[in-house]
């Protein structure tokens, strides 16, 4: 192959731009007709950036709204204030808000009418015979489609099985019809093909839209699952005659798609057309095409790639940022541009093998397309042109003119559910660096956009791409390991879209399993002990698997630790904040590279699955590097306002020995975070672990000996409850004491503490989180695609058990059915299993005991409600059934009483202001949330749902440290914030000091 002059090529490039540009010029698409009322809500959206946001908003909650009164209220709130409106817009709002009937008719009309209309714009029909119809239409114009099916994102099997339907019934329209058309491209007529080439019709999915259950760690379940949906339609694809196109959704699934297509592919060898689109944005492109590409020579199976630029770009940045995650995409325009072209040069390149479908309206990429297919002398039935039905009409046109080869990518559906859509090509195209926004609305300079994309950027693209890495994310090693702690930032859990993160996490599990089943001994004043007292911890899954066996502290063992930890205090208290601060960064170094095998402990001995194990360890460093970022800014002494010869300062000290108390459900992340807080503050600690994680607990005694902590700061006593607990609270020589753990516990322990016992000589503070009784709140215009998963995770994430976790679901009566019928489908397709398998995403609660008290619970729910979901339980120890239970009021045990397990109540209210009535009924107030896309009733939740911790539209486990400083009020817990910036206070007492600094009349400060 002749090698290409690379800026010769460019120089073509721009011409044929040029020429392109000069064909369409006096053209618009209809987006941007003012004419048009789509074109005016687009000219309006355009010109009134500061209402971008808003109307994006309202588009989408617009589905939700059912009645005219709940629209106006809807448009009050979003629009109520803003000036940009229209006059005779603002006139009619105003008036329909005061109740004017006519005013409330036609406003509502006009804003239906719109949204039709702009559904209409992209959408091609709302049922099957409707689209067979309309795409009959664009073949007789000339051009072939791929045809999608749009719907809420599909949340179980029963909802993936119908999706499924609608394919198999929208095939049955399209095998009859396809035998009407004419094939395309008229010297070709004969084999029935369009251009000769291509099947007439082509399809497009999203396996995710056949298969709910898809997961990036249960990657080779996922693939089957995947493929077991994908095939029968395929296969029906294949019996009409048509191609099939696998569409690219967000990157976590990336993978899942690229596979699923190669093993599709490989299983039907005869059939060329598959396709699968591949996005340009993806730092990973570049290799994973190169990969594919020689994967098809290898296999000689021919192979399609739709090239597309990607289409979640905000989605995909915010979810890599909100979890620490490298950046997956490129973070500027021209990159992508660049790595389009480059992708695009390599397909054709392998043209004999590889079919190009270039899925662009940027005149510059197709431009780039058509001079590097005449370079390298691809025939023309080796690539064609994609465009989205609804844009760039003009582009479509002229493509259709100059190669014949065009093809419409026209989703179908009903337009209410399909405003997801919507709203994503509306952001597309009023994006500040849309190529058709700047054309066609903002009229820039042509020749400014057909220029070369940055050549510097492509080139650092092109190697991000093959490393699989960024620079863009956060630069992690110089803030953990340098000399200076630089500015705090979340740890990132496992990335279980990364193969090598899923390898090495499944290869630790099984080194891990080696290693359980050991003598753990408990560690005092910096040496190991054995006792001859010895419990074995056992795996909730199976309880003949003996994860360690423990040795028990007793008395003599406590009194030995509490006595090591006031030696050593004498020295520690006086170590400086910075050097005991590097204790703690060590301690986190440690962790950090220690974090599968940290992981694996609490896969086996308390049940987490691969997820939440990982979220609990990063959550562990987090603490480890917060705290000793927030003992170095309390380093005192710190001023206070200070006349002429007058100094006062306050400073902080440590008050002595503290007890830690830690619960088994963060068995690593809470327990870290109340020692270290203790330690970093100069107090020495005597730690017990709950007896459920005992060897979870032992491995931060190898954190702080790989830390070199001093002798005596940390002492670990595991031992039973009944012996141990109150001795080790009660000693007179316990200053602090750190809990976390039931609401009754915590009770007792503030009440012990209050006693005076001889030999005492500080008041004993306690440091609390207790229980929860959580609640999210259903407004009657949540998004259900978000609350459905979100209830899901926060209620039975971890088997219910965190004291974070949803246990009532109080829900506006006008959605109730529609929800709890999303929620039960949803729960029904939650696979149940050990939680070593990452198949599974619930597990066993943690022992016998908690089974027997939740199931106690779920008899209580029968009598007291109606259960409305009872799960299926495998064969094993200590599961429970998902259980929902409806019909619960706030007088009932179900609804106050904590259960801490995978039961939620389902409460049915008439009106917002009674959902939070409700939520706030219970003697709790740790965690609460709210799905609500009313401006109004999201700011009354923020004033009135009294809780520690109030999520908005989201999950609401998993606070991040520092991002969400966790705590509950009233019975939940005494107001302390862990992970948050006062939290270490808790561990210390201010000392004031007020020194005269005048003599004899004259002042320091005056000289
Ligand atoms: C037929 C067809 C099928 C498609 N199928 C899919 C699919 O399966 N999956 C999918 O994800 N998308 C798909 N898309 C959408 C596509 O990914 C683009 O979103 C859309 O085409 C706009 O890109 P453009 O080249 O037309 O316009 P342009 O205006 O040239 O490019 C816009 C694109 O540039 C990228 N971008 C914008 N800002 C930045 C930035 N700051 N840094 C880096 N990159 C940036 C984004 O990808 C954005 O969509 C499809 C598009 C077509 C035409």
């Known amino acids: 192959m002749v090698p290409i002059d690379r800026q010769a090529l460019n120089t073509r490039i721009v011409e044929r731009g040029k020429e392109l540009y000069a064909a369409i010029e006096s053209e618009k698409p209809s987006l941007f007709q003012e004419w048009r009322w789509v074109g005016k809500t687009m000219g309006w959206l355009l010109r009134h950036e500061e209402l971008r946001t808003d109307a994006l908003r309202f588009i989408d909650v617009f589905p939700s709204l059912a009645t005219p009164p709940i629209l106006i209220d809807h448009l009050e709130e979003y629009f109520g204030s803003s000036v940009s409106l229209p006059a005779w817009l603002r006139w009619t709002l105003r008036h329909a808000s005061c109740g004017g009937r006519l005013a409330t008719t036609v406003l509502a009309k006009t804003v239906h009418y719109t949204m039709r209309k702009l559904g209409r714009q992209f959408i091609i029909g709302e049922s099957a015979n409707e689209a067979v119809q309309r795409l009959s239409r664009i073949r007789r114009e000339g051009c072939a489609f791929s045809v999608d099916i749009l719907g809420e994102s599909v949340l179980s099997e029963a909802e993936a099985e119908r999706y499924g339907t609608l394919y198999m019934d929208l095939l049955k329209a399209l095998g009859p019809a396809r035998k009407e058309w004419s094939p395309l491209g008229a010297e070709q007529k004969t084999n029935d093909l369009d251009w000769g080439f291509h099947p007439k019709f082509s399809v497009s999915l999203k396996p995710t839209s056949l298969y709910s259950q898809g997961r990036p760690q249960n990657f080779d379940g996922s693939v089957e699952g995947m493929v077991a949906r994908v095939r029968p339609v395929y296969e029906k694809v294949l019996e009409n005659g048509g191609s099939l196109c696998i569409d690219m959704e967000s990157y976590q699934y990336k993978d899942l798609s690229l596979e699923v297509f190669k093993r599709l592919r490989a299983e039907y060898p005869a059939h060329p057309h598959l396709a699968l689109a591949m996005q340009a944005y993806l730092l990973d492109t570049d290799r994973d095409l190169a990969q594919l590409l020689d994967w098809s020579v290898s296999h000689g199976l021919p192979i399609c790639i739709r090239l597309v630029k990607g289409a979640y770009w905000d989605y995909e940045v915010i979810r890599a940022r909100q979890n620490s995650w490298d950046i997956p995409v490129f973070m500027s325009k021209s990159e992508t541009d660049a790595a389009f072209e480059r992708q695009a040069l390599l397909i054709l390149k392998h043209h004999p093998t590889a079919f190009l479908a270039c899925g662009t309206h940027n005149i510059r990429s197709i431009a780039a397309v058509m001079e590097a297919a005449k370079a390298l002398g691809v025939p023309d039935h080796r690539y064609e042109f994609q465009v989205l039905y609804g844009m760039a009409e003009p582009i479509r046109r002229l493509l259709a003119r100059i190669t014949g080869r065009v093809r419409l990518y026209c989703p179908y559906g009903p337009i209410l559910p399909g405003m997801a859509y919507l709203v994503r090509r509306l952001l597309e195209n009023t994006a500040n660096q849309s190529f058709l926004r700047l054309v066609f609305a903002d009229k820039m300079d042509i020749l400014g956009l057909l220029a070369e994309p940055s050549e510097a950027a492509s080139e650092r693209g092109a190697v991000a791409g093959f490393s699989g890495k960024t620079d863009r994310g956060p630069a992690k090693e110089g803030i953990h390991e340098g000399c200076q702690p630089g500015r705090f930032l979340n740890e990132p859990a496992a990335d279980f879209t990364k193969k090598e993160e899923r390898s090495l996490f499944a290869q630790v599990i099984t080194v891990v399993r080696q290693e359980m089943g050991k003598v753990c ?487």
Not at 950 to 978: C, D, W
Request: charged letters at 20%.
């Open 521 to 1007: 001994p408990l560690f005092i004043n910096g040496a190991d002990r054995t006792t001859r007292d010895i419990l074995p911890s056992l795996n909730p899954a199976d309880p003949a698997d003996v994860i360690a066996l423990v040795s028990q502290a007793g008395k003599a063992e406590v009194e030995e630790a509490i006595g090591a930890a006031q030696a050593a205090f004498a020295r520690w208290s006086k170590v400086e904040s910075p050097v005991k601060a590097g204790y703690l960064r060590r301690a986190a170094a440690w962790m950090r590279s220690h974090r599968y095998e940290l992981a694996a402990w609490q896969i086996g001995e308390i049940g987490k699955q691969w997820d939440q194990a990982s979220a609990d360890v990063a959550e562990a460093i987090d603490f480890l590097e917060y705290y000793a970022r927030e003992m170095v800014r309390l380093d005192g002494p710190h001023a206070l306002p200070s006349p002429p010869g007058e100094l006062n300062q306050y400073f902080y000290e440590p008050r002595g020995v503290c007890a830690v108390i830690a619960p088994w459900n963060f068995p690593l992340a809470i327990t870290t975070g109340m020692v270290s807080a203790a330690v970093v503050t100069g107090n020495c600690v005597v730690y017990k672990p709950s007896p459920l994680t005992p060897a979870i607990g032992r491995n931060l005694v190898e954190a702080f000996r790989a830390a070199g902590l001093p002798a005596g700061v940390f002492n670990y006593v595991p031992g039973r409850t009944e012996v141990i607990a109150e001795y080790l609270i009660n000693h007179p020589w316990i200053t602090t004491i750190a809990f976390t753990g039931s609401t009754q516990v915590g009770l007792r322990i503030i009440e012990n503490a209050a006693t005076v016992r001889p030999g005492q000589t500080t008041v004993k503070r306690v440091i609390c989180e207790m229980g929860g009784k959580n609640a999210i709140i259903i407004d009657e215009d949540a998004d259900l695609d978000e609350a459905v998963p979100a209830v899901l995770v926060s209620a039975f994430g971890f088997q219910g058990q965190k004291c974070s976790s949803c246990s009532r679901v109080i829900v506006l009566d006008s959605v109730y059915d529609r929800f709890i019928d999303r929620l039960i489908d949803a729960a029904q397709s939650l696979p149940v299993g050990p939680a070593h398998d990452p198949a599974f995403v619930l597990g066993p609660v943690c022992d016998h005991q908690a089974q027997t008290r939740i199931s106690g619970y779920i008899d209580v729910a029968a009598v007291e409600g109606k259960i409305l979901y009872s799960g299926k339980t495998p064969a094993g120890s200590n599961y429970v059934p998902i259980t929902i239970v409806g019909d619960i009021r706030p007088e009932h045990r179900i609804a106050q009483e904590e259960i801490f397990g995978p039961v939620l109540a389902v409460m049915k209210v008439k009106t917002f202001g009674e959902a939070l009535e409700w939520a706030n009924s219970t003697r709790f107030a740790l965690t609460g949330g709210v799905f609500s896309r009313s401006p109004r009733n999201l700011n009354e939740a923020k004033m009135r749902f009294q809780v520690g911790n109030l999520y908005l539209n989201r999950h609401i486990t998993g606070a991040m440290v520092e991002r969400q400083p966790f705590g509950g009020l009233r019975m939940s817990g005494l107001g302390t914030k862990a992970g948050g910036a006062e939290y270490l206070l808790h561990f210390m007492d201010r000392r004031v000091v007020t020194e005269n600094t005048a003599r004899r009349g004259f002042s320091p400060d005056l000289l």
